[in-house]
């Protein structure tokens, strides 16, 4: 990380140069709004984790693994076509992206496949992998070849450095997220989410500092997951979180952007537009989140509840996932990479 602009600073300095992505204020203060009313009607907090009823329910070390695997693997679940979607079914429903992954995960438990253990999965064949994570629909998950890559990889760096489990590199950092941030991204080049802009390099880190927050919210902020700076960890720069904030009217696109994700390409990993709105989308839950402990402050009712970017962060991304059909026609940018 030497040299290298933290997540925060690299929000910063996008958010200041950018050309093709705006912050609005106002836009800024209604998505404070929603959630301050969020937070003051569900206390929504750092045990909203669990409620997901693919999440682990336990606080333990296979809880720990579970959350290692699934972020290891938490990349890229779009379709290029859009009328098919990797889907999987699981505990009666279909669960379509991000909780595809899920469901694959707990049905490979449930068949007794020991998928979360470095021992299994460091060296998983292609094939094995393909059925594990195979899909209800003929559209299966993208980047296979790149997703056994990365477990061998990350097995590997367990069993060689870390005993075979995560949990040891929680132990390593003493409560501190930034330590375990750097660890992370020092150990598992696959986390390594960093760029240049405007010849400085900068750096993301969408799954090293989700992987974190969901070890955080796992066990509730208590063992595995008590982190002394925890609030220092950003929003995890994904494709959905910047339709959210385009749709709060936080953030906002030049028509020329607009128009280039309305064409519906691969916009490469790195690129300027991509950095701009991964950046901007950074910088504006920072802001987002400030205003909000504003509004909470200011409320008798909700003075003592806690915030920040982590949990701006899963709310707008479930609201997303919600409101997916009111936010359709709202573009998000496709950038197949093993990052996000
Ligand atoms: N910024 C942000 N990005 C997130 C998540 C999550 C899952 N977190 C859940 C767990 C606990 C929380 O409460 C969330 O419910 C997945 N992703 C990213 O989204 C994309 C997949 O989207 P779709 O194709 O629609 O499934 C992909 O880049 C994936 O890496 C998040 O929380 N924040």
Redesign the pocket.
Known sequence: MAGVLSPRETGRLIAETSKDVSICTDGIKKTAQVVFDHVKKDAFSVK??KE?EL?PKTMDKAAVDWVFLADTL?????SDDETKKYSVEYGGKKH????SLCAAINRALDDGIPITDPNYYASISQEKLASILRSDTDYNIPLLDKRVEVLHEAGSVLLKKYDGSFINCIKQSEKSAQSLLKLVVEDFPAYRDEAEYNGKKVAFY??AQ?LIA?VW?CCEGQGYGEFNDIDTIT???????PQCLVYFGALKYSDDLLQTLRKDVNIENGDRLEMEIRGCSIWATELICEETKKLLAADPQTADADINAILV??Y???Y??EK?DEMRNIPFHKTRCIY?
């Open positions: 909203s984790w997901h999440n938490n990349f890229s679940f779009y379509t992206g991000y909780w969408k799954r989700i969901d919210g929003m995890f720069a994904d494709y959905r979180i962060d899963h707008l991304w479930d997303r996932r997916a996000y």
